[in-house]
């Protein structure tokens, strides 16, 4: 029998990619009751939130997010 030595890997596995939400849906699930942590992507513009018991993560365009909020006023 031979066995294959994995290789180190040089740099982490990028994250998967968030789930995009509308506006409406990311203000729900940050009023929830749900275990959720921001994570946000300035470089990319998300506001990202992330469920700290399945790892999910939601994410919303930063500028659909405020013309959101703007027209709730």
Not at 23 to 29: A, H, N, S
Request: glycine share 2%; hydrophobic share 35%.
């Amino acid at each position: 029998m031979v066995l294959i030595q994995e290789r180190p890997r040089t740099k982490p596995m990028p994250p998967e990619s968030p789930r995009m939400v509308d506006p409406e849906e990311y203000c729900r699930l940050a009023i929830s009751l749900r275990s959720l942590e921001r994570c946000d992507d300035a470089d990319l513009g998300l506001r990202i939130l992330r469920d700290k018991m399945s790892g999910e993560r939601y994410a919303v365009e930063d500028s659909r997010l405020m013309r959101f909020k703007l027209s709730q006023i």
